[in-house]
Structures are given as structure tokens and as C-alpha cells.
């Protein structure tokens, strides 16, 4: 057998009998098939001559080869079929499915090569983009992340709690648990920290962070995986699934700064690829009469803080002083106010009043202090 198209076909089979298997349960059967997967997929593409005419077959079955090495656990392997991939001529969606195929092995890598496995009170947060140089991380992105991190908890906290859903700020001295961190190990081209779940005086107790922590990422799983209907099935109260949603949206890779969000648990590990971008923000709308007078809108200003006579409304103010009113829900609270008095891109539908939020987004280039609020 020494035909491309015959090797990949091979491969293609070999790969959807290991699903089978693995479904089955049949793990190390699984582990075979999907090995002799990837040898036929790698042979197959070491036969495409390595140029322009022969993309994008040669592209696609670089990055299928080396997608089949990344479910074998052939790390080497699958970084230098991605790097062969590349040397060619990729589409920009080849491309960008190679870069993210590149930072799910350097996360499994640094997995595997942890001395000391987590504990079931820890989560850790491992971070890889332009941002990230020889182990450190600029401080403003790993803030970024680390605050609605942090939020993240104290809320699913309250929710496994059965607790009403409130603004963070109301019930800090009912969160039975505090974040303590420890720096993680760290290379070239990744940054890590460690959270570590303590118990506070209320709470002496640590029977209950784990589920905690299984929750964050089964529900960041979820979003990854555009499985948003799933995420509301899990987390019926609006206003919980407003917050785990806008508050992984911060969380996630900007496709700039930061290219990859890796979360871990003793359990669980999640691999975050999809771009904040890519989440969007759910608005309830009971109006649904009126949501067709909207409009796309896409607007850049300073953030200023909520109307004290309608606090679901916040302002913006834009570089020729106009003013604008942002509706922000239920559950949006805590992922606002990080942005106050910043220059921010805000993208949402337009009423010809209000602006009803889908997107917000720093912006690098400008910093502008707003003034009174409207």
C-alpha cells in the first residue's frame, strides 16, 4: 500500500474503530487501532511533494497526522508534523487549527512532565501567547483572567450552595472558600500558576471544593465546545449562567496576547481555544416584539460607571463625547465593572436608545479616564 489516498483511507478507518473501542471501553484496543492510525496517516503524508500544487491535501493530512499522534500520546511526533504542516503552504483555517493543535501538546506535555499532582482543592491556570516570554507573563492579561477566575469560584461556590444569585461584593463573608496561589513551573513559552482552595474560618470543612472546582470545568468545557444550550440545561438561574459565561469569556484567548488558556484540575483537564470573540453573550429578552427594531453596533469609548437611577445601565462615552447607555443583565455585573473607566470596543445590537451587550473588548492603544457619570 503505497498510495496517498489508500493510506489515508486506512488511517480513517483504523481512527473511527478506536472511537468505536473507546466508547466500548476498550481502552488499550482503542490505543492499538488509533497508533496504526497514525503510522498510515504519517506515511501518507510523507508522501506529498512539498509544494504549492499540492495543498490543501498536503496541509490536511499533515495536521490529520498530527492530530492522530496527539490522541497517542506521541508528542515529538506530533510537533513535527505540525511544524511540516506549516512549512507549506496552509490555508488560514489549516493554519489556525495547527497553532491550536500546537498548544493542546505543549499543555498535555507540561501535564504529563508535573512532578507533583494537584490536589483535589487545586486548579491550575496555565497560559501560552505573545504575552508570555521565558516564564513570566505580562501582569495586566494574567489579571485578566486571574480576577474572573477568581470570581468564577466564589460564584459556582454560592450556586452549589443553593444561594440566591447576588453581585459579587454582597456575600464575600458567606464564601466558605478563599484562593490562595503558588507559582507553578514555568519555561520559555508558558506561564502557570496554581490555585489552591482554602477553607475559611466559616468553613472548616473541605468536602465541598472539589465539586466546585468539577463544575468550573465541566461548564468551561462546555462553552470550549460551543455547547452553550448545554451549559443553560446545567445552569437554569439567568443570572448564574449570564456570569459563568461572561466571566469564561474574559477568561479565554484573545487570539493576541493570549493564544491558549489551559485549566487543570486532580480530575479534569480543559483545553479553552475558543476565542473570547467567539462567545457570545446571551441577553434574555422579554421584549422579543421590539428585538427586531435592533441593529448591529460596534462602538469604541470609555466605560463609565452605572446610572445610579437604572443600575442595569452603564455609559459610554466616545472620543467626540458622544454618550451612549449599555443595558447590562442580570449576571454581567461582575464582568463590566473590570472594564470601568477603560478604553473598550463594545459590540451589541442598538435600539436607537440602548445598546444591548454581546462583546466587550480592551483596547491596548488608548487609555482615557471618563468623567461623571450620565
Same mark, same amino acid.
Given at each position: 500500500? @503505497? ?40 506515511? #501518507?503524508?510523507?508522501?506529498? $511533494?512539498? !509544494? ?34 506549516? +512549512?507549506?503552504? $496552509? +490555508? ?5 487549527? %495547527?497553532?491550536? *493543535? ?24 496555565? %497560559? ?32 452549589? %450552595? ?22 507553578? +513551573?514555568?519555561? @520559555? ?21 472539589? $465539586?466546585?472546582?468539577?463544575?468550573? *470545568?465541566? /461548564?468551561?468545557? %462546555? ?6 444550550? &448545554? ?6 438561574? $439567568? ?5 459563568? *459565561?461572561? *466571566?469564561?469569556?474574559?477568561? #479565554?484567548?484573545? /487570539? ?21 470573540? !467567539? ?8 421584549? +422579543? ?41 442580570? /449576571?454581567? &455585573? ?6 470601568? /473607566? ?6 451589541? &445590537? ?25
Amino acid at each position: 500500500m @503505497n498510495n496517498v489516498s489508500e493510506l489515508h483511507n486506512q488511517a480513517m478507518k483504523l481512527s473511527q474503530r478506536a472511537m468505536v473501542a473507546r466508547h466500548n471501553g476498550e481502552q488499550a484496543r482503542a490505543k492499538t487501532l488509533s497508533h496504526e492510525a497514525f503510522e498510515y496517516e504519517s506515511q #501518507a503524508a510523507s508522501l506529498i $511533494p512539498d !509544494e504549492k500544487a499540492s495543498e490543501p491535501t498536503r496541509s490536511v493530512i499533515y495536521c490529520s497526522a498530527a492530530s492522530l499522534a496527539y490522541e497517542c500520546q506521541e508528542w515529538k511526533a506530533a510537533k513535527m508534523l505540525i511544524n511540516k504542516a506549516l +512549512s507549506g503552504y $496552509p +490555508s488560514e483555517r489549516i493554519y489556525q487549527a %495547527l497553532n491550536k *493543535l500546537s498548544h493542546q501538546i505543549d499543555f498535555a506535555s507540561y501535564l504529563q512532565t508535573q512532578q507533583a499532582k494537584l490536589e483535589e482543592t487545586e486548579l491550575n491556570l496555565f %497560559l501560552q501567547g505573545k504575552a508570555v516570554t521565558s516564564g513570566t507573563v505580562i501582569y495586566e492579561e494574567f489579571i485578566k483572567r486571574l480576577t474572573p477566575l477568581n470570581v468564577l469560584i466564589e460564584k459556582t461556590t454560592q450556586r452549589l %450552595l443553593g444561594i440566591d444569585y447576588q453581585k459579587t461584593g454582597t456575600m464575600q463573608n458567606d464564601n466558605p472558600f478563599i484562593p490562595a496561589l503558588s507559582l507553578s +513551573s514555568t519555561d @520559555n513559552n508558558h506561564f502557570s500558576i496554581t490555585l489552591k482552595l482554602v477553607a475559611t474560618s466559616e468553613n472548616t470543612s473541605t468536602q465541598d471544593i472539589a $465539586p466546585v472546582i468539577d463544575e468550573i *470545568l465541566i /461548564g468551561i468545557n %462546555l462553552i470550549n465546545d460551543f455547547k452553550e444550550i &448545554d451549559l443553560k440545561e446545567r445552569i437554569k438561574t $439567568p443570572g448564574y449562567y449570564q456570569n459563568f *459565561l461572561a *466571566l469564561v469569556h474574559d477568561i #479565554a484567548p484573545d /487570539g493576541n496576547q493570549i493564544h491558549f488558556v489551559g485549566l487543570s484540575s486532580s480530575k479534569k483537564n480543559v483545553s479553552l481555544t475558543r476565542l473570547s470573540t !467567539e462567545i457570545e453573550l446571551y441577553f434574555n429578552d422579554k421584549f +422579543s416584539d421590539f428585538a427586531v427594531k435592533r441593529k448591529p453596533i460596534k462602538i469604541e469609548g470609555v466605560l463609565n460607571y452605572a446610572d445610579s437611577i437604572k443600575p442595569k445601565l452603564v455609559g459610554l462615552i466616545t472620543q467626540n463625547s458622544g454618550h451612549y447607555k449599555i443595558v447590562v443583565e442580570e /449576571g454581567l &455585573d461582575d464582568y463590566v465593572k473590570f472594564y470601568f /473607566g477603560r478604553w473598550v470596543t463594545v459590540q451589541g &445590537d442598538f435600539d436607537g436608545n440602548f445598546i444591548y451587550l454581546k462583546d466587550l473588548q480592551a483596547m491596548r492603544s488608548q487609555r482615557l479616564i471618563a468623567s461623571s457619570a450620565f
